[in-house]
């Protein structure tokens, strides 16, 4: 995600070197393989805001226990009346409900393992999982099949899951498997800061039905179109080895197209007066990212123009662009980045947010200072002046500050989670850049993109690819700001 910080947030940086990109489309192949899948049909009724859908999830347990229930994160649910966390804080809830309180849901209508219907439950602290029990264990490396229908209703919201007068956001609409960590299903709750969401990749037949007068962005390819049918239209989209599948539907949309490598950037927007510099950001860090990093393995990539009340969000192939940004530019190219961390390469976003938020932040950095928008070391003055006051504040009011890089519910607020999982987090990137130099900083990342890409990455498999080519002495840097033991300069100049 981008957020924009209350306080200022930096732009900007760097210079890049062409190193070694590893191409992959035998490990795109592999992961398709391994992976689980989800055929999603589904059809949206813009009169009553309902997206109605059956689905039908095959997944096989990949740990080493046996299992008695299949289990789904419902986060649809998330948007109910009376949620114990409620879906923003309550900062962000005027821009986020700019018409006023609403609500949505997820109700389902049926649920069957292998074809017989079951008594699913819906658990947990916000009713946000769903348990499909099975009538018998299911052993490591057996599979299953759940199918499901469901109806959402979306609330009116500037939010994932939402619609308002210009677009229906489509994020994390559908039931989608609980991540399986330590041999159990990982049931975390939703939290209200950050993205608290942890998904394998997995392998997506999805299809959407609606009104012939609306534009559909999507993860994946498009298939197949439909001729409208008495004003209505279905679009079918097919993604291998993907982490997560997302729409986002206007009848506004203009749309911009260019191609880079074997992938279609297409930018739909509505609002932005600077509509090509936001395709080109998008195209620019797309080529930046294949040349230094390792190269996008999927056909297609659509940057959606979006009411969503931070700076934008990321899924697999699609991401949303706050409409109004202050800049384009710097949320194109943070979106952007995160299609390589967070989307290609995984990592925990509930337990380790700097590791895609920190290093998509410096890569963002990175690449405005290389595109001559901002230059690198001004971004990193601008963090490094933003973290100092922040914890010099914070030191003249208690005996003890927490400086470490902590889990989505042990920051006190928003605000905290930013400071330190995209301020710190940079900084933390900018430390390594200027110890190993650029031409070993951007290797150590395509080192990391080889070891990782398809794979929920620990923060050791990347502290490994830095130390690999770097040496040992950068695990010291990776462990004191971790912990909260790292010095930072306070000379501003
Ligand atoms: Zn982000």
């Known amino acids: 995600m981008k957020k924009i ?36 049909v589904a059809a949206y009724d813009p009169e009553t805001h309902i997206l109605s859908a059956s689905q039908t999830v095959t997944m096989t347990n990949r740990s080493g226990n046996a299992f008695q229930s299949v289990k789904f ?33 997820i109700t389902f209508d049926s649920v069957k393992v292998n074809g017989t219907p079951v008594a699913y439950t819906i658990e947990g602290k916000d009713m946000d999982i769903l348990s499909a029990p099975l009538s018998e264990e299911l052993f490591p490396d057996q599979k299953v099949t759940v199918e499901m229908t469901y109806q959402i209703q979306l609330a009116n919201i500037m939010h994932r899951l939402g619609y308002t007068d210009n677009v229906v ?33 997995a392998n997506y037949n999805v299809s959407i039905t609606l009104p012939e007068e609306y534009t559909v962005a999507s993860s994946g390819n498009l298939k197949e179109a439909t001729p409208a049918t008495s004003g209505v239209v279905t679009y079918c989209y097919e993604a291998q080895a993907i982490r997560d599948f997302a729409f986002v539907l206007s009848t506004k949309f203009n749309k911009l ?5 074997n992938t279609q950037v297409n930018y739909y927007y509505y609002n932005d007066q600077n509509s090509e510099d936001s395709l080109a950001t998008a195209v620019g860090m797309l080529e930046y990212l294949n040349k230094n990093v390792g190269e996008y ?5 659509s940057v959606c123009e979006s009411d969503f009340c931070y700076g934008g969000m990321e899924y697999p192939s699609l991401t949303m662009v706050t409409s109004g940004s202050q800049s384009y530019k710097e949320a194109v190219a943070h ?104 031409t070993k900083f951007l290797k150590a990342l ?31 840097i990776f462990a004191d700001f971790i912990e909260g033991k790292e010095i930072i300069s306070k000379v501003f100049n």
């Open 5 to 40: 910080l209350c306080i200022v947030l930096a732009v900007c940086i760097l210079v890049c070197l062409p190193i070694l990109a590893a191409c992959s489309p035998n490990k795109l192949r592999d992961a398709a393989k391994k992976a689980d899948s989800y055929e999603i």
């Open 169 to 201: 956001n489509l994020g994390n609409f559908y039931p989608i498997l609980c991540n399986i960590a330590n041999d159990n299903y990982d049931c975390s709750p939703y939290y209200n800061i950050g993205d608290p969401f942890v998904s394998e990749v």
């Open 73 to 105: 994160h419902i986060y649809a649910n998330q948007y109910r009346e009376g949620a114990s966390t409620p879906v923003v804080p309550s900062v962000y809830k005027a821009k986020a409900y700019p018409n006023g309180d609403s609500y949505g849901d």
């Open 335 to 438: 979106e952007t980045a995160h299609q390589w961390f967070y989307g290609i390469i995984g990592s925990d976003q509930i337990a380790n947010a700097w590791q895609d938020e920190g290093l998509t932040d410096f890569i963002t950095f990175m690449y405005l200072d290389e595109a001559g928008v901002m230059p690198l070391t001004t971004a990193i003055k601008a963090n490094t002046k933003n973290y100092v006051s922040y914890v010099d504040v914070l030191t003249n009011y208690y005996d003890h500050v927490d400086t470490s890089f902590r889990a989505l519910d042990q920051y006190k607020n928003d605000n905290e989670y930013v400071i330190f999982t995209y301020i710190k987090g940079s900084l933390l990137f900018n430390t390594l850049y200027e110890t190993m130099g650029k």
């Open 297 to 301: 393995p999927y056909e297609q990539y």
């Open 446 to 476: 395509s080192n990391y993109f080889d070891q990782a890409q398809f794979t929920v990455a620990t923060p050791q498999t990347m502290i490994n690819s830095f130390t690999k080519v770097g040496g040992n002495e950068l695990g010291k």
């Open 257 to 261: 197209t260019h191609t880079v490598g």
